[in-house]
Structures are given as C-alpha cells and as structure tokens.
Nanobody
Framework: QVQLVESGGGLVQPGGSLRLSCAAS????????MGWYRQVPGKERELVAG???????NYADFVKGRFTISRDNRKNTVYLQMNSLKPEDTAVYYC?????????WGQGTQVTVST
C-alpha cells in the first residue's frame, strides 16, 4: 500500500503562490504515476498535473505556464508549485499514486484564492 500526506494549502491572494507537498510512505521510484487533482463542491475531481516515474509530465490546459509538478526522490515527496493563482483555482487539492494497478489518494488540502 501507499499512504500519501498532502500539506501546504492555505489562503492566498490572487496572483500569489503556494507550494503543495505530497509525502509518500514508500519510494516514489516504485510508483508508476503520481499526480495532483482538484475538486470543488458539486463538480468531479479533475487532473491538474501528473508525473511518470521516468520524469515526463503533463498538465491540464488551465494551469499550463502557472503550475509546475516536481519531485524529490530522497524525500519521497512530490510537489506542486502554483504561481499566478486565480480565484477559480480554489479547490481541495489531492495527491494520487498509481502503484501495482491500484490507485491511492491523500486526504486533500484546501487551497483558497481570495482577497
């Protein structure tokens, strides 16, 4: 199994930045795909950014050029650097790991972009 713990959410003004962290309970070398998703009430969870264990990345169109996914293999942690935040980025952000044909989710961290 894989346990994921997100952190770094909070309240930020429009145009500001936050960095989310997702700490995994096992080596992220062994995890096929790690990704960040977000969800707002009444809507389906949507992909924000993903990273394969080979290092390739993909982003949703609505975050391209603003968000960056990265990882620190020594810390078994994946990050989501979020810049130029907009009010519509307000959501609960979740980390997901695909490992041995199973999907594992963190508990989520709230990001609120507001004045």
């Amino acid at each position: 199994q894989v346990q994921l713990v997100e952190s770094g959410g909070g309240l930020v003004q429009p145009g500001g930045s936050l960095r989310l962290s997702c700490a995994a309970s096992r080596s992220i070398f062994s995890i096929n795909v790690m990704g960040w998703y977000r969800q707002v009430p009444g809507k389906e969870r949507e992909l924000v950014a993903g990273m394969m264990n080979g290092g390739s990345t993909n982003y949703a169109d609505f975050v391209k050029g603003r968000f960056t996914i990265s990882r620190d293999n020594r810390k078994n942690t994946v990050y989501l650097q979020m810049n130029s935040l907009k009010p519509e980025d307000t959501a609960v952000y979740y980390c997901k790991a695909d490992w041995l044909s199973e999907q594992y989710w963190g508990q989520g961290t709230q990001v609120t972009v507001s004045t």
